[in-house]
């Protein structure tokens, strides 16, 4: 186990910004996890979250160690079913089962986060959502959940409150391999094409409402290109924040307080963050005010 005082989750999130985390706890083993009492945060890869400039106060606990593995648990004709320790990178996944002529887990495919932060958040793209493959989860000293007790839904993982996901019971497949590797291709090839993937984000911000698309809305409101300090809602994609470099976590979090207000003010849509926020901010910035009754 390993015990960072006063880490700045700028070094880790992919916003590069945000201020220290009290304690940063890295465990490598189960024994490891269980002892540990009062978790105030999980963090993944910190590719979906912020925290202010302040920093975060009580212990975070991030996975090293055994939480990184991959087992394969039930090896059937068609389908093998996989076990993934929670601090194992999607993209580390994905290039494994692909060497094992595995598939099915293509719905991960640029998500750039860890099994648990999937699991937690139900990452998925075009290609489908982590729900479609996922048998099971595990927790804390051995717990473990089937996916049909999980009410998860678009990028909701439904997990029981102060849940911490260990691994992942995961599907995998040995059909339709090829086919699969050509619609990552394509699918990745749409998202270089359309998203700002060369400045640090923390990809889309807000969930798309049903019938809408965020970052369209945003843009019908003229907010492309709306700048806090270094952070700006992307002018390539408007449900991007940006770091330009130097942004601080008031800056991303005055884009998205602009963004909420003026989509709300001008076509009545109340945007839901997908992005998960953490920790005190200024009441006028966060939390975002639902719409009047
Ligand atoms: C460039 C870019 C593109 C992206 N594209 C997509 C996309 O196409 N689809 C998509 O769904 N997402 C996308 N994301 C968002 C993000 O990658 C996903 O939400 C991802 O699943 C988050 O995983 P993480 O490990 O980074 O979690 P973190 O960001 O570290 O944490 C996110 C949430 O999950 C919780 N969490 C993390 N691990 C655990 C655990 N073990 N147990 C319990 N809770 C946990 C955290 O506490 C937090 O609430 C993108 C992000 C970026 C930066």
Known sequence: MRELLNEPLFRHGYWRVGGPLERLVVVETAAELAALVDVRLVLGNGSNLLIPD??????TVRFGGEFRGLEVLR????DVVLRAGAGLLNAVLLARLDRLGLGGLGCLAGVPGTIGGAV???AGTALGELADCLVAVAGVDGQRIERGMLPMHYR????????IVAAAE???SRVGL????????DHLARRKATQPLDLPSCGSVFKNPAGHHAGRLIESVGLKGWRSGAAEISERH???IVNHGGAASLDVMSCIRTAFGRVLQQTGVALVPEVQVFGEWPPELWPLLPPPA
């Open 54 to 59: 302040a920093g975060l106060t009580g212990t």
């Open 170 to 172: 995961l599907r995998a």
């Open 238 to 240: 408007a449900n991007f």
């Open 178 to 185: 090829d086919v699969e590797r050509m619609r990552i291709a």
């Open 156 to 163: 909701h993982g439904g997990l029981p409150d102060g849940f």
């Open 120 to 122: 937690a958040m139900n």
């Open 75 to 78: 090896d059937g004709p068609g």
